[in-house]
């Protein structure tokens, strides 16, 4: 069978002999042989040995309200070799109800209809056939769902599972719009869209582009082709870090800058936009993929960099000229105004996210009733924050705040097994950003908050131009990766204040293997740490690319320590060991 | 060629950061500021009562502290600078004028503001912030910086007079040298150059690691003379070449180049003199300190300015020095574990010789450079195929075939 993608290219999918190939004959051959070997009197006697044996009280409790934590056996579920699941874990009939009907079946329905919503099947298909992480990602997300929920029950997965989908609906509305103002699936035209839209890098947050969105919209370069596909499937990244290195790029510099790079040495970006506004956020590398970027996308671009030394008063002048320097560049290149009131509604409804991340970090901090997992909180923190206010966003955080006013007045404790408190430092793996469901339930280890949470805390003033202005200066300024790891060691040093302020004593320290200023302070945090007598865990990671450390060696590394230095035995010991690799 | 005046004590004085030199101006009570990078401009450090030493770790060997501190997935530059600090060896150091212009560099000044390293009770460390774009607004920013971060601090450290009397004084001298290193790289550009790359990279390092005012005279005498050098009969090139990329200040890397038969004709690289040493100008209504700000932005090809138009200028950059100088290809270094430099290569390597018809030779190196045997067959086979690149565009010419 050939098919022919858009680029005219054939592709072969299946050779003739694939029938063949699959041996169907001798498989049945084999199977029928087992069968044959099978004693079923003796297997049958030992079912009702077993049955005679059941705690019949606890059987139904176990499947009324699903196992207790100790009893799960999460890693049984696991077929070996794959870190593919034999079959969804059972909840108990409330939450497995709640997880096939609201989890699975809600979001698989969502994402037929939002692809329906924000442009057509049509268009949908078009891109999965051109775009590589399109076609490889679409269909794992649910797996990336059951990844980011295993072992949570009650509110947990509610809370959480909400977070999951509003980041998917938000994914699909931006690929979408890539797809339908891209030049490459509209047989090359220029059509309404890709005059309308900002492509921009996606270390620049949406913010800067409130007051274009009654008109035009926004959207991320990156994001989508490569930081979301990190989470979703982590085999699609590493083709566009080989792809930078192929062209000559040393294996060293930061492999997120380097898949970044990739996608455009591989043009599977699409050309939904007449200009690019790119960013030195949130390091060296990034300064270096805008090099790449201009070379592959050539056209009119604007840097928009931000100061080092951001907490110096003397340099917000210059970063809030640099913002307004851009806002002329995109009235200047598309002709089409900035609209101040536009601006301001955007602002006071981010706003309102901001507000409740405050509440959210509030109940986290000082009780034991928060119910959202670490992943969820990190990835949807950063993606709501980076991206700025869409309606989607709100419509999550209402369902999320009903849960949690539920949570803090019952004083339900959506993970009671927690043994530490931990605080998650630095840059996190991407392709194990879920580590933190593993360690709870493996071990007891409850993630409360993360680094790159605590960016763009600030607030954006609308009374005046100034105020605003000012304001939004410090948001870019306080940017994930950058806040904490620039401008100063004693940004990075701030973990100590976090560590009391959300009540760890743990430290979760991302050691990513290929990021210059956390390894330039990877000495200084040995001798804090033993000084101030803090366990620390060193996670070593390099970012999107799994090849350098892989998540069952991250693991390994969390259960020496918890067995060597920490003398505890795991909760679930069946989840200490197993082979993902080939997992998405 | 017959040996050049000074070179060889000039040679002695690179061996360590706190040379003769160094001690002597400490002795007459002037104060030594250090720096890393270009863009804390060394004529601010060089203002009466002061001098500026840009920061090297002269034969280093393995940083063994600071990779405890920093890791060996650093760049090796900024973690042997750190050892050096540790082992004393920049306790003559009253200040260090930081910038956070890269990543290890950056961490490696934040070590000396946090840790008790430097053993000298007047000693702190100032940061400043450099932008990325050379527009309006960053001059005025970078002015601005300068004088709260560099000036003010050292009028209120030390008592420096900072007046724009002592900057013009300090442009004036600063402006002299330049004339005098410009004076002694033309001599690059000559057909059969009577300087080699190595003496003039450390002439040129020379001047930036030692107290200015002590070494004039001796840029005077080798100016004077290069003015009757004659070069060898036979060179003992084989062709010319362009040293561009990130840190350098090694002279036997240098060295090695050339004995492979490649000589270095132009040095575009963090220690280099293209640029660096072309005059300061205080144009008419601008206030001397405008002036510098201006000056550092406009001339340097960092490639961590990142507008649109300079981005792509910098290839045009490299490709006219490289004509100017007549050189017949640019070898490319970049210290490993450089991030800028990454991607600046990656793209110069294509670019420079798909646009430009430059034969590029693209390397990675380290800061202690022990790998000289791999190189030393690298640049051998670059040299050979610029040869043999010329031999068949001779044979075309002729008519025959290449």
Not at chain 1, 82 to 88: C, E, F, N, V
Request: some cysteine; proline content about 4%.
């Amino acid at each position: 069978m050939i098919y022919k993608t858009n680029e005219a290219k054939e592709i072969r999918l299946f050779s003739k002999g694939w029938l063949k190939d699959l041996k169907l004959k001798e498989a049945a051959a084999a199977k029928l042989e087992k069968l044959k070997a099978t004693d079923f009197k003796q297997k049958a006697a030992e079912a009702a040995e077993k049955i005679k044996n059941l705690d019949a009280k606890k059987v139904a409790r176990d499947f009324i309200y699903g196992k207790p934590h100790e009893e799960r056996r999460l890693g049984d579920l696991y077929v070996p070799g794959t870190g593919l699941y034999k079959h969804r874990e059972w909840r108990g009939v409330k939450d497995t109800m709640y997880y096939f009907n609201m989890i699975w079946l809600y979001n698989y329905a969502h994402m037929v209809t939002d692809i329906m919503k924000y442009g057509g099947p049509v268009t949908a298909l078009k891109g999965a056939l051109r775009y590589r992480w399109m076609g490889q990602c679409y269909l794992t997300v649910m797996h990336w769902f059951d990844r980011g929920l295993e072992g949570t029950r009650g509110e947990a997965l509610r809370a959480s599972a909400w977070h999951y989908r509003g980041m998917v609906n938000e994914s699909i509305r931006q690929f979408m719009r890539m797809f339908s103002a891209d030049k490459r699936l509209n047989g090359g035209e220029a059509n309404e869209l890709w005059k309308n839209t900002i492509s921009h890098d996606e270390t620049v947050s949406g913010n800067i582009f409130y007051g274009w969105r009654d008109r035009m919209d926004d959207v991320a370069l990156q994001m989508i082709p490569y930081f979301v596909t990190c989470h979703v499937n982590n085999h699609t990244v590493l083709n566009y870090i080989d792809a930078a290195q192929s062209i000559g790029l040393p294996g060293d510099p930061c492999p997120m800058c380097q898949a970044e790079a990739g996608i455009f040495v591989l043009n599977d970006v699409p050309d939904y936009s007449p200009v690019v506004v790119t960013s030195n956020e949130a390091c060296d590398g990034s300064v270096g993929t805008s090099i790449l970027q201009d070379w592959f996308l050539d056209r009119p671009l604007y840097a928009m960099p931000q100061p080092m030394r951001y907490d110096d008063p003397l340099v917000q002048k210059h970063c809030q000229e640099e913002i307004e320097g851009c806002w002329r560049f995109i009235e200047e290149q598309t002709g089409q105004k900035m609209n101040w009131d536009e601006y301001v509604k955007h602002a006071e409804a981010f706003n309102k996210l901001t507000e409740f991340e405050h509440e959210k970090w509030d109940i986290a901090a000082n009780t034991d009733y928060y119910p959202i997992t670490g992943v969820a909180q990190a990835l949807y923190r950063i993606y709501y924050s980076q991206d700025g206010d869409r309606d989607i966003w709100h419509f999550v955080d209402k369902k999320v705040k009903r849960i949690i006013e539920k949570c803090v007045t019952q004083k339900i404790n959506s993970f009671p097994k927690t043994r530490h408190r931990v605080i998650a430092w630095s840059c996190a793996p991407l392709y194990y950003s879920h580590w933190c469901t593993w360690a709870y339930n493996c071990w007891g280890l409850n993630c409360i908050i993360n680094m790159d949470s605590l960016m763009f805390d600030q607030m954006l003033r609308t009374d005046t131009y100034e105020h605003a202005l000012e304001d939004l200066t410090w948001f870019n300024e306080k940017a994930p990766m950058r806040a904490m790891a620039v401008g100063g060691h004693e940004h990075i040093f701030q973990l100590w204040q976090f560590m009391e302020r959300f009540n760890c004593d743990m430290v979760m320290m991302y050691d990513q293997l290929a990021c210059k200023g956390m390894q330039g302070v990877h000495g200084m945090f040995e001798d804090e740490f033993r000084k101030r007598n803090i366990h620390a865990i060193w996670m070593p990671h390099a970012l999107p690319d799994k090849r350098t450390v892989s998540r069952r060696e991250i693991r390994q590394i969390v259960n020496d320590y918890m067995f060597t230095v920490m003398h505890e035995e795991p909760l679930d010991p069946t989840l200490l060991d197993f082979d993902d690799n080939d997992s998405w | 060629m017959r040996d050049l005046i000074h070179i060889i004590e000039f040679e002695d004085l690179l061996q360590e950061a706190g040379n003769d030199l160094v001690r002597q101006a400490k002795e007459e009570g002037k104060r030594a500021l250090g720096y890393t990078c270009n863009f804390m401009p060394e004529v601010l450090l060089d203002i009466p009562g002061c001098f500026s030493v840009r920061l090297r770790a002269p034969r280093s060997t393995s940083p063994d502290i600071a990779t405890y501190y920093m890791t060996n997935r650093t760049c090796m530059y900024g973690r042997c600078l750190l050892e050096r600090a540790m082992e004393g060896g920049f306790n003559f150091l009253d200040a260090e004028m930081a910038t956070e212009t890269c990543t290890v560099t950056c961490r490696f000044q934040e070590h000396l503001q946090r840790m008790d390293v430097i053993q000298n009770p007047d000693f702190f460390c100032e940061f400043t912030d450099v932008p990325f774009k050379k527009n309006e607004n960053s001059v005025d920013h970078y002015t601005r910086q300068l004088q709260a971060h560099v000036l003010d601090k050292l009028h209120e450290h030390f008592g420096i007079d900072v007046s724009d009397e002592a900057l013009l004084k300090a442009i004036g001298e600063h402006n002299e040298l330049c004339r005098l290193i410009r004076e002694i790289g033309e001599y690059r550009k000559l057909d059969n150059p009577t300087i080699t790359g190595r003496e003039f990279q450390i002439i040129q390092l020379v001047t930036q690691v030692c107290p200015k005012y002590l070494i004039m005279d001796k840029l005077r005498d080798i100016a004077e003379q290069l003015k009757t050098r004659e070069p060898d009969e036979k060179p003992s090139w084989r062709c010319k070449v362009v040293l561009a990329g990130s840190e350098e200040d090694d002279p036997d890397f240098t060295k090695l180049i050339e004995e492979c038969g490649a000589l270095v004709v132009a040095d575009r690289h963090c220690y280099g003199s293209l640029p660096g040493r072309e005059d300061i100008v205080v144009k008419e209504g601008e206030t001397p300190l405008y002036a510098i700000a201006r000056h550092y932005l406009e001339n340097s090809q960092c490639p961590r300015f990142m507008e649109q138009h300079v981005m792509r200028d910098r290839k045009a950059y490299l490709a006219n020095v490289a004509k100017e100088y007549k050189a017949d290809g640019i070898v490319i270094a970049q210290m490993k574990f450089c991030e800028y430099w990454s991607y600046e290569r990656t793209i110069d390597t294509v670019v420079l010789n798909r646009d430009y018809g430059i034969p590029v030779c693209s390397i990675e190196k380290e800061y202690v450079n022990n790998a000289v045997g791999q190189l030393r067959t690298r640049f051998q086979a670059f040299v050979e195929s610029i040869e043999l690149k010329k031999l068949a565009q001779e044979q075309k010419a002729s008519g025959g075939e290449a």
